[in-house]
C-alpha cells in the first residue's frame, strides 16, 4: 500500500506507519457467478429504486444501479 500511494500522491511513504487496519468479513453480499442484474429499475408508477444488491454488490454496482435508474426515470418522463 505504501508503495501504491507514493505513486499516487508522489511522496516517499517509506517511512509511514501503519495507524489501524480493519477486516470486516462478509462486507458484500455473495454474488454468484454468471447472477444477472435487475433489468428494470421501476418497481410500480412513478417508482424507481437502485442499490447495489440491484447489480453487483460493490461501490461501483450501486452507482451504475442509481444511473440506470436515473436514466429509466428520465426515459418515462420524456414518454
Given amino acids: 500500500m505504501r508503495r501504491h500511494l507514493a505513486l499516487l500522491w508522489g511522496a516517499d511513504s517509506s517511512d509511514w506507519s501503519l495507524i489501524a487496519k480493519y477486516e470486516i468479513p462478509k462486507s458484500l453480499p455473495i454474488f454468484a457467478p454468471g447472477a444477472q442484474g435487475v433489468t428494470s429499475a421501476k418497481i410500480s408508477n412513478n417508482i424507481y429504486v437502485a442499490g447495489d ?27
Fill in 53 to 79: 444488491y440491484r447489480s453487483t454488490p460493490s461501490q461501483n454496482g450501486a452507482l451504475l444501479s442509481g444511473r440506470l435508474a436515473a436514466e429509466e426515470l428520465l426515459f418515462d418522463e420524456r414518454s
